[in-house]
């Protein structure tokens, strides 16, 4: 485990919004298996410690980006179950009133502007708000998440050196959980990741992404000097994701061997590794981490229910949200 | 002879053939090795082409089409996989400034022989980044030529005259009909382009359709037989080139016509087919040219709004009897 930093509380919430994270997206893969819930998903299972260790060193006004494999971002930037399932099945009160789905949730009350269905869509728009940020003064960070395989992308190259010529308060959080799809990021991507960020001059890190307090404890700090101008960054954080590409990508032991999946899942799982160490430090007993997981559990299948229950959005809806002051965008 | 296979089999199919018969031939994009493609659709082909000819690439869409174009042009005729139809936004500049100028610009000294295949189609519940229907964009740039394939039979023959064809053709397939079957020859064919296809003949009413409207407007058909008005149904199968003299011969038998297709209905193909009609067949025509295409919103996620954006069968046949009877609610 990384350093030993925040107090009690801290811990507590953090251990907490990783059981959330979990919680979540086990419901959420249950709601495609019982084919309650429109189209796919992509599981953001075994990478909590990334999206809870970095949202943890950022306020409300600070800014992310979240990708397509978005509802821990989400969840860590302080999102609401209810208005989340919601979103998952398309109704009226979801984060985006039913129209963005899975792949498309935001939460501007957090900081949180959208997943992206576009490997790699959000760079230009994180470094986008750090220019803000530096523009205007207003002291806030943002951070572009994004996966291994979405470092293929030009754009990326064309963002980092504007940030880095700019000095601009963004950190760049590569979520590197060695695959992209179906295909091992090692045989699609040459050299080395973290180089080419330090190429452009920018300070980089290799962080466990599988621990919580080593990521926080970095994005802290990245955090800090952010804030006094001395950005952009880059971290690669190692991950792992649990699940399939996506919730229908079950026969998977053509690219992903079982014994590796078990490996990661057994020995390096996030919530488990942070769950023992808090015990050992006696901050916790096991008795309250099972508390904490229950009070979790129950807190999203009841989000769950309400957001099958929940109501659509009137037809009307289709044509509003196409231009900002525009009520309906197709009536004359 | 004739078996019934789905499109997907008949795209793998007209593939292998022509990678068998000119050594020339070769794929690339993600995951189309071993994965063959998320829809499956080119699953065995490494094995027997190998990694040299069948090549996964980083997800680096402007790379590995800008690529395609360079080796189209010394000699190599590239199949470019892109796996949604919506990122084509990302290759644009490859596409449309390199691929479909450089013929011109070198006086018809360079050509491009390159096919990108990609899809287009709505109400897969996959929102607005995985779900447009962007045929039209490429159309407008004179140099492309676009095939819109309807079944199994056509993606394949179509295909097959893409890949011998040393002009870069852009071939859109229907997402939702990947496991749509058809009859389809045991023996080699190829279907020419710029040759409609009279998928029904009537009297009453021409009803233009692409890709998957083929099928909506058929079904319209059916309906609208019961009823008593017969609607020929025309599939142009490629709109650059576009077989102008088969679909005005209809209109000026029947004297009515609706053009359905699935991009966004303003300044898109029913547009230019309509236009076409008004300015060459407007003295036959009883009835003001109609035109159905989908809704002038991005494409909703939620299952409620989604189904409203496209044309349906019963809305085409509606639009249709409205035209028979003289009923024209739109024409001023
Ligand atoms: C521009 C673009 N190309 C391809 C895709 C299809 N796609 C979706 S996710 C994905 C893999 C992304 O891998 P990575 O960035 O490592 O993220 P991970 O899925 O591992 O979280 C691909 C190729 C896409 N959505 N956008
Ligand atoms: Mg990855």
């Not at chain 1, 099958?308 to 309906?328: C, F, I, T």
């Not at chain 2, 409203?308 to 024209?328: K, N, W």
Request: aromatic content about 8%; overall charge negative.
């Amino acid at each position: 485990m990384g350093q030993a930093k925040a107090n009690t509380e801290d811990y507590l919430r953090m251990y907490t919004q990783m059981v959330r994270i979990r919680a979540f997206e086990d419901n959420a893969n249950q709601l495609y298996l019982s084919a309650k819930m429109p189209g796919l998903t992509h599981m953001y299972s075994g990478q909590e410690a990334v999206a809870v260790g970095i949202c943890e060193a950022l306020e409300d006004d600070d800014r992310i980006t979240s990708t397509h494999r978005g509802h821990g971002h989400c969840v860590a930037k302080g999102a609401e179950f209810k208005q989340m399932f919601c979103e998952l099945l398309g109704k009226a009160e979801g984060y985006c009133r039913g129209k963005g789905g899975s792949m498309h949730i935001a939460d501007q009350d957090h900081g949180n502007l959208g997943a992206n269905a576009i490997v790699g869509g959000s760079m230009g728009i994180a470094t986008g708000a750090a220019l803000t940020a530096k523009l205007q003064g207003t002291g806030r960070v943002a951070v572009c998440f994004f996966g291994d395989g979405a470092t293929a992308q030009g754009l990326w190259y064309e963002v980092m050196n504007m940030a880095a010529l700019w000095k601009l308060p963004v950190i760049y959080a590569c979520e590197n959980n060695g695959y992209s799809e179906y295909t091992k990021t090692e045989e699609i991507a040459a050299g080395s990741i973290t180089a080419r960020a330090e190429a452009f001059g920018i300070e980089s890190f290799e962080v466990d992404g599988q621990d919580v307090l080593a990521v926080n404890d970095l994005t802290q700090k990245l955090v800090a000097r952010c804030r006094k101008g001395e950005g952009p960054f880059f971290m690669n954080l190692k991950t792992y994701r649990y699940h399939g590409h996506h919730v229908g990508d079950i026969n998977r032991d053509y690219y992903r061997a079982k014994d590796e999946e078990a490996e990661w899942k057994t020995l390096r799982d996030p919530i488990v590794n942070f769950g023992k160490w808090l015990e050992e430090q006696r901050i916790v007993t096991a008795d309250e981490l099972v508390g904490i997981n229950d009070t979790v559990r129950k807190e999203a299948e009841e989000a769950v229910a309400y957001a099958e229950k929940a109501a659509y959005p009137d037809a009307s809806e289709v044509d509003m949200h196409v231009y900002a002051g525009v009520p309906h965008a197709l009536s004359a | 002879m004739t078996r019934e296979i789905t499109l997907s089999k008949a795209v793998n199919e007209g593939i292998a053939e022509e990678m068998r018969r000119d050594p020339a031939v070769f794929l690339m994009g993600e995951d189309v090795a071993e994965a063959g493609t998320p829809f499956k659709v080119l699953s065995g082909l490494v094995e027997e082409f190998g990694t040299e000819r069948v090549i996964d690439t980083p997800i680096s869409e402007p790379g590995f089409v800008g690529m395609a174009v360079g080796a189209a042009m010394t000699g190599s005729r590239p199949i470019v996989d892109l796996m949604f139809g919506d990122f084509i936004f990302l290759v644009m500049d490859q596409l449309c400034n390199q691929a479909a100028k450089t013929h011109y610009m070198s006086g018809g000294k360079l050509t491009v022989p390159m096919v990108l295949r990609t899809n287009l189609g709505a109400t897969r519940r996959s929102a607005a980044q995985h779900s447009q229907s962007l045929h039209a964009l490429v159309a407008h740039i004179p140099g492309l030529k676009v095939a819109l394939p309807s079944s199994a039979y056509e993606a394949k023959g179509l295909l097959k005259t893409a890949i011998r064809d040393d002009n870069p053709v852009v071939i859109f397939e229907d997402k939702l009909m990947y496991q749509d079957k058809a009859q389809v020859p045991e023996e080699e064919y190829l279907i020419p382009f710029g040759e409609a296809n009279v998928v029904r003949p009537g009297r009453d009413i021409t009803l233009v359709a692409t890709s998957s409207m083929v099928q909506v407007c058929t079904k319209a058909a059916d309906a609208l037989a019961k009823e008593g008005i017969e609607a020929e149904v025309i599939d142009p199968r490629t709109i650059v080139p576009l077989d102008e003299a088969t679909i005005l011969d209809s209109v000026r038998k029947t004297s009515r016509v609706i053009v359905v297709d699935e991009g966004h209905q303003s300044f898109g193909v029913t547009a230019e087919i309509a236009a076409r009609i008004a300015e060459k067949a407007f003295y036959y025509l009883d009835a003001p040219v109609a035109r159905m295409g989908a809704m002038d919103v991005p494409v909703p996620f939620s299952p409620a709004l989604e189904d409203l954006t496209v044309p349906t069968p019963e809305g085409v046949a509606a639009r249709a009897r409205q035209l028979c009877r003289g009923e024209v609610a739109d024409a001023a």
